[in-house]
T-cell receptor, first 115, second 115 residues
Framework: EPEVTQTPSHQVTQMGQEVILRCVPI?????FYWYRQILGQKVEFLVS????????KSEIFDDQFSVERPDGSNFTLKIRSTKLEDSAMYFC?????????????FGPGTRLTVL | AQSVSQHNHHVILSEAASLELGCNYS??????LFWYVQYPGQHLQLLLK??????LVKGIKGFEAEFIKSKFSFNLRKPSVQWSDTAEYFC?????????????FGTGTRLKVLA
């Protein structure tokens, strides 16, 4: 069964460093998402992406964040200058369509630790 | 603002007890509804989903949920829990009518089942 994959599973970085989190969505999916979950808190929407453009972004997704689909298979989330509060689990998700049936398929997540 | 409420933050049950976890959302219109489970250290796993039709939906592992539109609720139930059901449970809603397709997650309910 096709699945969303994410690399790395765990990333440790120093405050102020740039990180890139990678996701490979399911191959025929067209809509892509990033969510994050700070330890002990709920899962929060960051950004959605379709047709090489951001469709929607949350207040969390400020200028330090960017997303890209560089090669037609990978979907990346970049944090330019990490802060301690960026420490969280980051989940990628994808879906084939948007309409009345909108199940998103989640990857296993990348745990980002900012020291 | 759109919100999803899970009133039970921590639930402790003995094995074989019945479970009901509440989920309410704050807006009308057409919605897609989901329950996810997150076992310790693992990623989100879909338990069940509601798009339309029969408001009583059955999911994996013996879980079911009932959509009550008039109450804006989608409560999760299981007649007899097992120790292995110890996990965190998240309700999620997509507000189709709003034209955005992001998941809005509830704050989660931590379930501990005592053997």
């Amino acid at each position: 069964e096709p699945e969303v994959t994410q690399t790395p599973s765990h990333q440790v970085t120093q405050m102020g460093q740039e990180v890139i989190l990678r996701c490979v969505p399911i191959s025929n999916h067209l809509y892509f998402y990033w969510y994050r979950q700070i330890l002990g808190q709920k899962v929060e929407f960051l950004v959605s992406f379709y047709n090489n453009e951001i469709s929607e972004k949350s207040e969390i997704f400020d200028d330090q964040f960017s997303v890209e689909r560089p090669d037609g298979s990978n979907f990346t989330l970049k944090i330019r200058s990490t802060k301690l509060e960026d420490s969280a689990m980051y989940f990628c998700a994808s879906t084939v369509e948007r309409g009345t049936h909108n199940e998103q398929f989640f990857g296993p997540g990348t745990r980002l630790t900012v020291l | 603002a759109q919100s999803v409420s899970q009133h039970n933050h921590h639930v402790i049950l003995s094995e074989a007890a019945s479970l009901e976890l509440g989920c309410n959302y704050s807006y009308g219109g057409t919605v897609n509804l989901f329950w996810y489970v997150q076992y310790p250290g693992q990623h989100l796993q879909l338990l069940l989903k509601y798009f339309s039709g029969d408001p009583l939906v059955k999911g994996i592992k013996g879980f079911e949920a009932e959509f009550i539109k008039s109450k804006f609720s989608f409560n999760l139930r299981k007649p007899s829990v097992q120790w292995s059901d110890t996990a965190e449970y998240f309700c999620a809603v997509i507000n189709i009518t709003s034209g955005t397709y992001k998941y809005i997650f509830g704050t989660g309910t931590r379930l501990k089942v005592l053997a």
